[in-house]
């Protein structure tokens, strides 16, 4: 038998078609391709909106049109054409269901195939799932449970109708329509996302869950998602991402905002595996997401996210530390592969006194790919007593990708203490052979070796999402060697 | 008039007057920058090299291009700005001439002298057409300004398998003998093959008027030569210093820049290394003791091209008062650069409410097998080591004093000229405004 | 069952291994000792299968199958175990979990099925407390900020719980005060049995108080250049080596 090498394992993971990579034959009702303000009106009268969304749609439009599309030195691509986009897709069956009884039985099969059998989470892990099926919600779950709580778990159309006031007060008080040129779009044509709302005091009992999935070719999806921690409460949300194979580039672009309030704390985990493009780079997902919280007094806010998927990812997830003690975390694994470009960090702002930030980011490049970390850590005049700690680590697998590190450190208070460490490294020619001779093959060694790098990542995660992202660590990283 | 106007159209006087041949290297390298600055202006904040750095402010005046030198300065006047007890040779440059009274040059197996005399004379216009300008970053439009204009400055060609036992100290004076000046010095410094040379550069305004100093050097390091550079910058709060220094070093060189600032309104530093070969090293120190609304901003460039080569960045910083520190490391590690080792570090501390520093240290990394790291603290004094020392009898400011000491010491200790080291030991303190009674 | 036949071995075009022949049956404790240099280490990462080496002549054969075109892994799955002189680091793997995955890998290799976890977690425990292993200790990073006796423990705990048929020692008890050394050989004592080997790599003499070697081999300038009882340890230790040369 001769030895799996290097170029054997290069080979297989080359030949490695995207395992998630199925096509739902679903079928859509679909808007025509283009952009303008009759098509802005047409979501909005589709969806039901009163006329204050309708307005604030138009707003955003309107501020979208002046702007310009922006440029990144570390990433290339091919512009998305706006206009060659349909900006509304539905799934075509009936949107509201009661059981998971009445879902279409091809959406259950998907799910199935991703090993995230919505039936069995239920049983298993008490998740309440919110199924983002391209931009409609199809199912609801735990709806009861919730209810008793007094906790808004919904499609965010339905909150414009049921919760206008909630919905009025807090989308774009963090993510303003003009903030950057995806979340002006996404302000005028969102389709659906998720609303959340806990009430004061409340300890969400359950983890919250999404999983967002791009379903139909050429589809635009603009997700949008609101959540709001009252005063004193606790919600643990998980999101997670796959798409099927796709020849032509897809574009999204979410917003996020969260608002925690006094002393509420807000743990937002993500696992990204969007379709990542084939070997040669071809097709793969655009992800340019604008992820931001608030944190009034003693708040605290905690992003986690592990990013495989997407062509090309774009996202920030950011903390506004405004009040005193409040937090801010962010943990990240990103990993990319072929010809993957990821730019991806951080922003804390700090406001408040004695505001606190972490941040971790594990970079893992490998193939053609491009990596960056870029982020922000801000102290304001104002903040006294401002912490922050940030490690970036860098693994290079190959000589033919790259890893970039490009911290912003702006300190305007003498208190401030900020410590921000960088390394990068490769995996050691000795590491694989202590792994091969305790009988462990080079593979095998690479994804131990890996989910070690990223465990401080991986032990932020909730458990049920932390065996996922290991899984997909390995499917992303099968055979990169160094 | 707008100074980019301004100076776009004294180009042609100012060419015209050193009466230049029109198929001269030098008469094709200018032209082309002038066109190069005309197209590209001033940088300004939307520039992202240029984001926390404004020139808006000092731009504004109505600066004197070609001002004439003051004559009576004499030794007595400058000899404060001199390191006086060490033998070494003097470039002194007196409102952007050379003067010779107050020089100590030589041509005795190697040039240690100006640019003007050496862009005139035939013999040297090898080293000319070889080196001048084919570092400096074009798409550095101030470092463009000044090869528009390169006329004026040091010059020094030290051959191969030489030893230059003396330092060499290079300044600059304004004596304000017009009210706002510009001054434009261009320094070139070819080292040979294993050659060691040590160079202090200095600007100093001796007058309360304006001066902006816009200052490019090459330095030319060839293989196993190595080249020791101190910048001394402790000018007046009436002047602001924009210095571009661009290095190439060659298989097993050592270049190491020392930048130790303490003054002046607003200092930005653009220092770049290129690597063109294996097994070489370059080392970048800095210290910055601000205070006012003094501004210091630190660029610097290591770009690695080739394998098994080393850098070693460490900036220091201490802000006081209203004053500003930047500091932007860029560290590149291209494919071909394996075994590259590469470590920046820069920490600061603020001693003041209204002090800002703004820090961003970047890595960019397109080779595997590399050892890279980079490290950021923003903090403030130790309080229990403050109060240890109070509670043994040293009074406060000292004990304050003695612990900053102790932050900028590293980098301190990397100054190898000993003279030299007793000056910026003596200028910290005198930033800290504290006596010490013992020697740092 | 294991045979070490005529073994040249090159690094970097360098030749160091010239012409080692070794006979090693079940229930043998073998000890080769040398000086620094004499290519003990390297005749161990040989036999364990280390790529930076390329073997030009001989071959090494584990129960009449010839290893030498076997990765490092599949030597491993066939019950050669190597104890390293300087066992790596990797951060973020636990002890547990790197174990678990050896023991895991090696089971499917062999066809057999995972080892439940409750049997896992048994064994680890058990085989914990013969090498004298805090709990705590399982938990931490693999080698990280380890000490040399802890690293080296955790090589023997390593071993005790592959079960290999023949275990190579490399200077398992360099590093380790006397304390750590009785700790390590008592555990290698109780794993000895009839049906599993010992190769013991050592510089001096006094790991072979603890662990008695049926036979000791010199080995100088990639060649054994002498072979003996377990006296002849003794012997080294009183002459040194530069009688044998």
């Given amino acids: 038998m001769s030895k799996f090498t290097e170029d054997d394992l290069k080979k297989e993971l080359e030949t490695k078609e995207y395992e998630y990579g199925f096509y739902t034959d679903i079928e859509s009702d679909k808007f025509p391709v283009g952009l303008n303000e009759d098509v802005v009106i047409a979501i909005s009268k589709k969806k039901n909106e009163p006329a204050w969304m309708t307005d604030w749609r138009l707003d955003a439009f309107r501020i979208w049109k002046e702007m310009t599309e922006p440029e990144w030195a570390n990433i290339r691509y091919k512009k998305p054409s706006f206009q060659d986009i349909s900006y509304y897709a539905a799934p075509k069956q009936k949107p509201k269901l009661n059981s998971l009884d009445e879902v279409d039985p091809e959406l259950l099969k998907t799910f199935e195939k991703l090993g995230i059998s919505v039936g069995e989470q239920k049983r298993l892990s008490n998740v309440a799932v919110d199924i983002v099926m391209d931009s409609v919600s199809v199912a609801t779950t735990f709806k009861k449970t919730l209810n008793e709580k007094g906790i808004i778990f919904c499609p965010i159309s339905e909150a414009i109708q049921n919760h206008p006031e909630l919905v009025k007060k807090y989308m774009g008080s963090i993510v303003p329509k003009t903030d950057n040129f995806y979340a002006a779009l996404n302000s005028a044509v969102f389709s659906d996302g998720s609303f959340c709302y806990i009430p004061k005091g409340v300890t969400c009992p359950m983890e919250l869950s999404t999983y967002f999935r791009i379903n139909e070719g050429g589809t635009g999806q603009f997700e949008r998602t609101l959540l709001i921690a009252d005063e004193g409460s606790y919600v643990s949300y998980l999101e997670g991402c796959t798409a099927p194979t796709r020849d032509e580039n897809q574009l999204h672009a979410a917003v996020v905002e969260l608002i925690a309030l006094d002393d509420a704390e807000i743990k937002y985990s993500t696992v990204q595996n969007w379709f990542p493009g084939d070997k040669e780079g071809k097709g793969g997902v655009f992800n340019f997401v604008t992820k931001r919280g608030l944190c009034e007094k003693n708040a605290k806010i905690s992003w986690t996210q592990v990013e495989t998927g997407s062509a090309i990812t774009w996202k920030y997830p950011s903390c506004i530390l405004k009040g005193d003690n409040a937090v801010g975390e962010f943990y990240s694994i990103a990993v990319t592969n072929n010809y993957q470009q990821a730019d991806t960090g951080t922003k804390m702002i700090h406001l408040g006194s004695n505001t606190k930030s972490t941040i971790i980011s594990k970079g893992i490049s490998a193939g053609h790919s491009q990596n960056s970390y870029r982020g922000l850590v801000q102290i304001s005049p104002r903040a006294n007593n401002a912490r922050n700690f940030s490690q970036c680590d860098s693994l290079l697998m190959g000589d033919k990708c790259g890893a970039h590190t490009f911290p912003y450190i702006e300190a305007k208070n003498k208190s401030a203490q900020i410590e921000h460490e960088a390394t990068t490294s490769k995996i050691g020619e000795d590491q694989l052979f202590y792994c091969n001779q305790r009988g462990i093959n080079t593979e095998k060694a690479i994804a131990l070796i890996v989910n070690g790098f990223g465990k401080e990542v991986l032990n932020k995660l909730p458990m049920e999402f932390a065996v996922e992202a290991q899984k997909l660590l390995e499917i992303s990283l099968e055979g990169s060697v160094g | ?440 | 069952m294991l045979k070490v036949n005529n073994l040249h071995a090159n690094i970097n075009g360098k030749e160091i291994l010239k012409g080692i022949n070794l006979d090693i049956k079940a229930g043998e404790v073998h000890a080769i000792m040398g000086p620094n240099g004499s290519g003990k280490s390297t005749l161990a990462s040989v036999i364990a299968g280390k790529e930076d080496f390329e073997v030009t002549e001989g071959s090494v054969v584990l129960n009449d199958e010839d290893l030498s075109e076997l990765a490092p892994e599949v030597r491993a799955h066939k019950g050669i175990f190597l104890s390293f002189q300087y066992p790596v680091e990797i951060p973020g793997v636990t002890v547990t979990n790197f174990i678990k995955t050896a023991i895991n890998e090696t089971r499917k290799a062999q066809g057999m099925a995972e080892l439940p976890a409750k049997e896992m977690l048994q064994l680890i425990r058990e085989k914990a407390d013969l090498l004298e292993i805090d709990r705590k200790f399982l938990s931490r990073s693999l080698n990280e900020g380890f000490s040399g006796g802890e690293k080296k423990r955790n090589e023997i705990f390593q071993m005790a719980m592959l079960e290999p048929q023949l275990a190579i020692l490399d200077e398992t008890d360099s590093g380790l005060d006397i304390d750590a050394l009785k700790v390590v050989a008592n555990g290698v004592n109780k794993i000895k049995s009839e049906k599993n080997a010992v190769l013991l790599i050592t510089h001096y003499q006094r790991l072979l108080d603890y662990i008695v070697p049926d036979f000791v081999h010199v080995l100088y300038n990639g060649k054994i250049v002498k072979s003996g009882g377990k006296e002849l340890a003794h012997e080294l230790e009183e002459k040194g080596y530069d009688w044998l040369k």
């Fill in chain 2, 1 to 440: 008039m707008e100074l980019k106007e301004k100076l776009v159209s004294s180009f042609l006087a100012f060419e015209n007057k050193g009466n230049i041949d029109l198929d001269s290297t030098v008469h094709a390298i200018r032209l082309n920058a002038i066109h190069n600055f005309e197209k590209e202006g001033f940088p300004t904040k939307k520039d992202e090299d240029w984001k926390y750095t404004s020139l808006k402010p000092i731009l504004k005046e109505d600066f004197s291009l070609f001002p004439n030198a003051e004559k009576s300065v004499g030794y007595k006047n400058i000899k404060d700005y001199l390191i006086n007890d060490i033998d070494s040779y003097n470039l002194i440059f007196v409102d952007g001439q050379f003067n010779s009274f107050l020089s100590e040059t030589t041509h005795e197996d190697c040039d240690i002298c100006v640019l003007s005399s050496a862009l005139a004379r035939p013999k040297y216009k090898m080293v000319i057409d070889n080196y001048l300008n084919t570092i400096s970053n074009k798409k550095n439009s101030l470092s463009e300004l000044n090869t528009a204009f390169v006329k004026e400055g040091a010059f020094i060609n030290i051959p191969k398998n030489m030893i230059v036992h003396k330092p060499i100290q290079i300044i600059n004076f304004s004596t304000g003998s017009e009210k706002e000046v510009l001054l434009q010095p261009r320094n070139l410094v070819v080292v040979g093959e294993n050659s060691h040379v040590q160079i202090i550069e200095r600007h100093q305004n001796l007058s309360k008027n304006t001066t902006l100093t816009n200052s490019v050097t090459e330095i030319f390091v060839h293989k196993r030569a190595i080249v020791d550079y101190y910048k001394i910058q402790n000018d007046s709060n009436e002047s602001s210093l924009i210095d571009s220094t661009f290095i190439t070093q060659k298989q097993q060189s050592v270049a190491t820049v020392n930048t130790l600032s303490f003054g002046g309104k607003i200092t930005r530093n653009n220092l770049e290394f290129y690597h063109e070969g294996e097994n070489i090293t370059s080392n970048l120190n800095g210290i910055s003791v601000l205070n006012d609304k003094q501004h210091v901003d630190n660029h610097t460039l290591v770009d690695h091209k080739s394998p098994n080569c080393e850098s070693h960045e460490l900036y220091k910083g201490i802000y006081a008062d209203k004053s500003v520190g930047v500091f932007n490391g860029k560290v590149i590690v291209r494919q071909a650069a394996q075994k590259t080792n590469a470590f920046q570090q820069n920490n600061s501390i603020l001693i003041d409410d209204g002090a800002t520093i703004n820090s961003k240290p970047q890595l960019e990394i397109f080779a595997d097998d590399v050892k890279c790291s980079h490290g950021c603290t923003i903090g403030q004094l130790d309080e229990s080591a403050l109060f240890y020392m109070q509670s043994r009898g040293i009074p406060k400011k000292e004990a304050k004093a003695l612990l900053l000491y102790a932050f900028a010491n590293d980098v301190v200790e990397k100054i190898k000229i000993p003279q030299l080291k007793t000056l910026i030991t003596k200028i910290i303190a005198k930033k800290l405004n504290v006596q010490l009674g013992f020697e740092l």
